[in-house]
């Protein structure tokens, strides 16, 4: 068992590693120049411009060899520095994420957790009513192929824009009239600006785990050990709740991936709602070429996904007899 | 008392039609009787065994009923059938290997069935752990996910589950098909001993091997297409049977001693007929070395000396006055 961990542990330190190294090479392919679009927010003197060029560049290293470059981002890395952001020159990149991190987990972590349980609750219940699997499959269907954009302005139109009526702000993380602090209203205003996108976020993901679930759960419905406990005289509630659980294993795996990506935020939607989370920082961090805000984020979403697979790989070996067979014998 | 199978039908439905999987199949077995159900594969004779216990999706009984101790079977009603399950009639499963619920112990499975059907696992323990060790197993086992036993092991867990609450029926399909011949000669005495011990009362062994039942059986029912072949009892069907597709079954078993280099081994050429539209008359009439105009007609399954049926022109004249069994 700890061997399996430690090796498990080697295997996500080296992933890290290199997709971090992957995320620092990635913005710097992009063409154009962090620099001169910081310079051109600045009104600057004409005659100024070259010698402040210069600075800035001296200033955030962009003027040395590449592997030096490479070789201060791990050095700040492990002093927990992420650089300066561009965007907005001149907080540092931390405390940009920390303004907007908040907002995409709560939006994301309802959403998702929501979604998963009610997914596999509806699906496992039309997996064998043929009433409610008639109607569920194909809802379930085209929801999780409908593009998060175009339920987000559907949503928009009907409940927020006058389609319906005009029950929720259309943008925003809260009104802008109002100061962040603890009372009704402002909660209140939060409550309204949250409300579409999350339920953007939870039909499409809801469709998907319905149709999972359901799949899942008729498979399980016709397996061998199903058969025998039938044969035995087991109440339908014996063979469902065994069906379910045995089911409910790969649809783990799925969750631990949704929520490993929860802290990138999901940009689509975000930018539809102009919902101030991560999502529409990175869609910020792209258009201004910030690359340090944009590698920032993506550490984020790597540590994310590899630590919510460590737990899963985890929890796995709790739920799962088959994967401690697995342990022993590898 | 045992069980009287009367004129039952049961098919599969198709989109092309009905399969008749067991067609007007009439039998008894007694207490303490040990019937072999030997056939091909297709032939029915696990449509048959399935039928008594869970019919499936697809299956439909079209006729005939079924006894078990005088009481009526009612094997279409799924529901009705719940309670007769486990306690009266039970199955060891074709599929015994992977019947446990692979993310169970062996022992919380079998907690949480007894409690399902309204008995108390503790009062049962000590009894299903003398019959665990009775296997020749250890009662640890019980503690132990699916995946950490052998093959062979899983086989007599399942057995001795399937007989926990002493059915008056049991139905060992194809137990030992998928066992080596030492474990399949040791699954033999434990249905011997099961019997001896009255953890079951008569017991049905389907299989295709002939040999199990030569070990095991005390009468043979031979199926061949859906339909009865022959029975009688165990010695009589393997040294003198008297169905050409018996006949024909017997001696392409291998025996002993004998080199199959220099004896070739024989089958039987051609295949079963379909069941979807079976041909009129006798059904083993195109592969039958003996076949004659009145094959054209369907034989009766009749006595022909005293506990010897068979269904074949060639003896269906020397039939007994009382008839059928």
Known sequence: MRRYLVRKLIIYILTFFVAATIDWILPRLVSGNPISILLSKMSLQPGTYNATYKLYMNAFGFNRPWWKQYLTFWTALFHGNLGISIYQFPKPVTSVIADYVLFTLALLIPAILLAYFAGNRVGAMAARRKLLDNSVLPVSYLLTATAYPWLALLLAFLFAAGGIGHFFPISGGFSYGLLPSWNWTFIWSLVTHWFLPFLTLFLVAFGGWAIGMRNLIIYELESDYTHYLEALGAPTRLVRRYAYRNAVLPQLTGLALSLGMVVGGAVVTEVTFAYPGLGYLVFQAVGNNDYFLLQGIFLFIIAGVLIANFVIDIVYVIVDPRTRVGISGA | ?325
């Not at chain 2, 079209?62 to 799924?78: A, N, W, Y």
């Not at chain 2, 389907?206 to 009865?228: C, E, F, N, P, R």
């Not at chain 2, 072949?229 to 004998?258: F, M, R, W």
């Not at chain 2, 003996?290 to 022909?304: G, I, K, L, N, S």
């Open chain 2, 1 to 325: 008392m045992g069980l009287t199978v009367d004129h039952l039908q049961v098919c599969y439905r198709t989109l092309r039609g009905d399969v008749k999987a067991v067609d007007d199949v009439t039998f008894s077995i007694e207490d303490r009787e040990i019937m072999g159900l030997a056939g091909e594969s297709g032939c029915g004779k696990s449509t048959l065994g399935n039928s008594l216990v869970r019919m499936d999706v697809r299956m439909r009984q079209l006729g005939g009923h079924v006894e078990l101790d005088g009481k009526e079977l009612p094997i279409s009603d799924s529901r009705a059938m719940r309670d007769f399950r486990f306690k009266e009639i039970s199955i060891v499963p074709q599929y015994a290997m992977s019947a446990l619920n692979p993310t169970r112990r062996v022992g919380r499975m079998v907690a949480e069935l007894l409690k399902a059907r309204g008995f108390d696992y503790k009062s049962a323990l000590p009894e299903l752990e003398r019959r665990v060790k009775l296997v020749g197993l250890d009662a640890d086992i019980l503690k132990r996910y699916p995946i950490e036993l052998s093959g062979g092991m899983k086989q007599r867990v399942v057995m001795v589950i399937s007989t926990l609450l002493n059915p008056s029926l049991l139905i060992a399909d194809e137990i030992t098909s998928a066992l080596d011949v030492s474990t399949q000669r040791a699954v033999g005495e434990m249905l011997l001993e099961f019997r001896d011990r009255n953890f079951v009362k008569t017991t049905m062994v389907i299989t295709h091997d002939l040999s199990i039942l030569a070990q095991v059986a005390d009468t043979i029912l031979v199926m061949y297409a859906g339909k009865l072949a022959e029975k009688a009892k165990a010695d009589v069907v393997i040294n003198n049977p008297l169905h050409p597709y018996t006949q024909l079954l017997i001696s392409s078993l291998p025996d002993v001693g004998i080199r199959h280099d220099e004896h070739t081994l024989v089958g039987i050429p051609g295949r079963p007929p379909p069941l979807l539209n079976p041909p009129v008359g006798c059904r083993f009439r195109d592969r039958c070395p003996f076949a004659f105009d009145r094959c054209t007609d369907e034989p009766p399954f009749v006595e022909v000396k005293p506990g010897h049926s068979v269904a074949c022109w060639l003896h269906a004249d020397g039939a007994l006055p009382s008839g059928g069994v």
